[in-house]
């Protein structure tokens, strides 16, 4: 099996419980993930079944949930999964109050990720060391928001803010839930979160456990190809000579005028045969086979 599956992840499984789980429906070892999940959280999470996980590294990074924001509550891990560190009502917030400052979270931003994330320091997690009680300096990062759209608002003593996030990779949803939080000066945490798009895979289109078993016993489970997530990437169609010098691992000269670093590659036939990466040596632009499938 060699493809892409486009998994509904449920709530309380770690994207590395969701990979073992898959490994046995499918009887199949080579399995992995296109970007970690919390276990908290549900949605897409994307699969790579066998040659697929080579191409793991070229999937666009473009994400969008939908998050839940609660305000008057903070937590150790800017979400309902930590301990509560502080709780006041927060009934006073409205909408109208809220709205301006969602734009300061678009656009090209910094942030600072939760203490409890997957994000390695010294060559350590940073969860492995807060869960130490370890005192834990986080850099800021870059990241990328570009849209922001208000869901629903429910208002309470604990007031809670359905957002649809549209960001680029490595965006920390609980970073934003609890800065905005911070702005209004009421604190807040993630109460839930749902992925709807990653890797250009969408949530109308994928598949919960269930489904795949069933997929799987009537033989009628149908992977994604390994090509079709890959459409961020430009294409390139190769002669039945070059295709042949390609798949033997040579480099191949091109004389067409390339710019990006990486290409989807394409054999005599229109088949889909790995990925290409662009080397401009003096004057000489050539094709090396990165990934051959």
């Given amino acids: 099996m060699d493809g ?7 709530q309380n499984f770690t994207s590395h419980d969701c990979v073992a789980k898959l490994r046995k429906i499918l009887n199949t ?3 992995g993930h296109g970007g970690t999940l919390d276990p908290s959280a549900t949605g897409v999470l994307p699969i790579a079944i066998g040659k697929a996980t080579r191409l793991l590294q070229f999937l666009p990074t473009e994400k969008a949930y939908q998050g839940k924001i609660r305000f008057g509550v903070v937590t150790t891990t800017d979400d309902l ?4 560190i502080k709780k006041t009502s927060a009934k006073h917030l409205t909408l109208e109050k809220i709205t301006p400052f969602l734009k300061d979270f678009i656009g090209k931003i910094e942030q600072i990720p939760p203490a409890y994330s997957a994000i390695k320091q010294d060559g350590k997690k940073l969860y492995e060391l807060a869960r130490k009680g370890q005192v834990i300096d986080i850099p800021k990062r870059e990241v990328i928001i570009t849209k922001i759209d208000i869901l629903h608002w429910q208002n309470g003593d604990f007031p809670e803010l359905d957002l649809h996030i549209f960001c680029g990779g490595g965006t ?6 609890r800065d905005l939080g911070e702005k209004l000066g009421t604190g807040a945490t993630l109460s839930a979160l749902n992925r709807t798009l990653s890797c250009d895979m969408m949530m109308e289109n994928s598949l919960n456990f269930e489904q795949i078993i069933e997929g799987k016993e009537t033989e009628n489970l149908s ?11 430009p294409s390139i169609y190769l002669n039945e000579e070059e295709s042949k010098k390609w798949c033997q691992g040579q480099k ?4 067409n005028n390339l710019n990006q670093e990486f290409y989807r590659t394409y054999n005599y036939v229109s088949k ?3 990925i290409s990466e662009l080397i401009i040596n003096e004057d000489i632009t050539l094709l090396k086979p990165k990934v051959v499938i």
């Fill in 4 to 10: 892409f599956l486009n998994l509904n992840k449920p």
């Fill in 81 to 84: 999964e930590g301990d509560v």
């Fill in 223 to 233: 992977l994604i190809n390994l090509d079709l997530p890959l459409k961020n990437l």
């Fill in 272 to 274: 889909f045969i790995g």
């Fill in 172 to 177: 920390y949803i609980r970073s934003i839930a």
């Fill in 252 to 255: 191949i000269t091109i004389n």
């Fill in 29 to 31: 070892k080579k399995i």
